[in-house]
């Protein structure tokens, strides 16, 4: 390779050295060659090389082994954990190094046991010692703690509280002879700094940005006992929050060091552009679009990347989505937890542990033989004999497994007993050797299950005498990035989903950045966390100066968000796209506001014939007691459209409601407030937008701008009920909000709440129904609407409002626009009602759920399970 004349300086440095560069600008090729020029010089043996995590330095290892020549003992090309566990095990120090699942547990473990005695241990935070989240908080903190040295800032109560625990969490660290991240560095840097330590006569530190200020610390002493020292990184991805970007390679390098900056890039930009899918769950079809685009023109999948920002949320979408059509993903990517079988495994782990409601998952997994219809018939039976659905004497079979795991949990391992469960009910996925290789479904279950049993054995042997207890603890532990002492499976080749910071190091031909939104990428916050880690002294804040205002740390945000979106953007070779799906109101992403935009093109799917659905088997009806219990509103969208109906009620799909119906939810309820009657809120706008602040909460939604949206138009949508309705409004005249009914119609019940119930001058009342949506219907349609049907029929029945006087006026009222839509009542109106009611329930009954090609669609999360809908085609007919 020709080095330039910048990276034969890196080669021929003879004494402390900070190298900084972009993505391609050659500063690892330069490492590799330095590392050559000095093994031809001197032993291998005394060249020291870290790389950020094990896969790198197996990468960089790989290469120079290419061209080395001559013997060697040892070759110490490894991660900073590594070689601090090497120094620490040299030294006679054997203790196990926790991963952060298990750290977490223990810190778990301990705050539970401190419960009793919170308020002497925890004088000002006890009130919070046994919520999950402190528990997450703590277990961050006290890392952060150890890592910047243990120094406290003055008068800060919270981390004084949190150093008492930190001693007493080193304590039970000791006593299981175990180490956690930071515990283990420091020890490293105890036996390096020793007056005869002299192992290494050359250190040399790829993305050294990546290093934690621990760390940093490590290799500085190296440095000093070594003849020279190189490090190497690039400050521009640096995404810690709570340390400046260059911190840590000043930390490693600490002054006097020469510097030097590699500026030449080696590669061309890559073509950059982005697409905007119509819908959240278009994206990753488009996703598969661009993929599928650069393999017909000849990249391999293993030179392509979808790198997300969440990849336990975003990243399984993706991967189901490539499934779909047929890419191969690494299997690094798909991890083993996301296989179904890996999750039903574990939920017979959690049914022994003692949660009755893991069951019902086992039940619907593949490791049960039993269709939806069957599971929900043996619920129904449990719930008529009165008995718990695991006492039902269909599964005796399983019960029977449950128990005797249950018996032998405290003495073997969680990984025989998941190799138990797989034994017992997944055999038959293993292929007789006569009958050839199995199919592609159950050799990925399998390779799965395999490495499920693996990962468990591992935990395993690190943990002593951890029992099925401690596993099930350590599955609530909060998703992280892997640990990077850890080997992860060698990957098949396939498209590598991953986080953008896992792909810190590694570059491909084609990669899609996913989820481009703002909220996400990037993902702006000013907040304080509980343990500040921007108040202890270190290298975030200088000594003495004062904390970060709020706006200084959305600032600071900002900038670490560019960051990372820059480690994500320099990781292609060739092709860079960004892609986006947003839903109504989500704002695509300012990094890439200004790139050009492809059309998102959705990728062909081989339909195959549409299945013919059986009827129902079986003797037992779905409703065997022909009795509904409907809402106005699952009558509204039965009648809008039965597909949906029976998605959204019957098989509660989605029930999760989105940030609109969370704006409606908000609206009411402060409607319900103001005007409800015999309060003694003061009829004026201030009060009413007092009453709104007070009511107000952020968890509406996710995302800060989406926040921000919701207030806004939730104000303006209040300031317009009260410009036009509200202060014209004699609250006496107000009978009810938000009354509850419950009515009969014929053998069923329906039930619902009226949003406002108000007198007539002539001794009647008016029913009032608030729509806090964009989209009115029109005049006619009004005349049919079901809901208001329903509460004129309510409000005929319902002994409370009955007692009122009947309805004189059925209103509609859209508050965003303060129109109204009225319903005339004719003198058989509750008699039509009722039979449109009757005449519905029989089609439920009797399951009749068609999609509705005259339904709103646009409002439906199912367009992916609907054969109208394009993106529902695979399940449709040809
Ligand atoms: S997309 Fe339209 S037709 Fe399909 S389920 Fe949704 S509302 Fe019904």
Redesign the pocket.
Known sequence: VDLTAAQQQVVGHGGRLRVTGGAATGKSTALRARYLSLATAGPASRILAISRDRTASTAFRDEILVDLRGGFDALPITTVFGVAHDLVSRAGDDRRLLGHREQWTLVERLLAAEEVDAPSLWPTLHPFVGRRAFVDEVARAVLVLRETGGRLPAGDERWAELASFEARYRAALDERGAVDGPGLVARAAEVAGAADFDRFDHVLVDDGHDLSLAAGRLVALLGERASTVVVAGDPEVATRPDLDPAACLSVATPDPADSLVLDTRFAPAPDEFRIVARHPSVEPEAIAAVLLESAAAGVDWGDMAVLVRSPAQRGRAVVRALARHGIPVSTSASRPADEPVVRAIVDVLRWVGGDELALERVLSSPLSDLDAVAVRRLQREAKVEGISLSEHAELASLRQLRDDLATRADRDTPARLAYSVYRRLMSHLVTEPDNGAGSDAANRALDAVVALVDGLSRWSDRQPGARLEDYLASLDAPEAEPDPWRTSARSQPGVTVTSIQAATGRRWHTVVVAGCLEGELPRVSGFIPFFDPLALPGAGRADGASRPTVAERRARSLAVERRRFHLARTRATARLVASAGPEPKDIVSRFVERWPEREAVLPAVEVSPAPHLLATPGVTPVFPDSLLRLSASQLNTYE?????YA?SYGLRVRDEGNVWSGLGTYVHDVLERFLQPGNDIDHSLEALRILANERWSDDIATYRPQREELRRQSLEILDAWWESEGQHLDRSTVVAVEHAFDIEIGPHRIRGKIDRVDRTPDGRIEIVDYKTGKKEISDDAAVDDLQLATYHLAAERDPKLSAEGSPDRLRLLYLRSMHSREQPITDDHAVRTEARILAMAEQILTEQFQ???S???D?????R?????PE?REVGAV
């Not at 409002?859 to 367009?863: G, R, T, V």
């Not at 399970?865 to 809908?869: H, I, M, N, S, V």
């Open positions: 809008d459209c039965g597909l949906k998605y999609p509705s090609v339904a709103d669609c409002h439906c999360d199912f367009h399970l609907c054969p109208l809908q529902g």
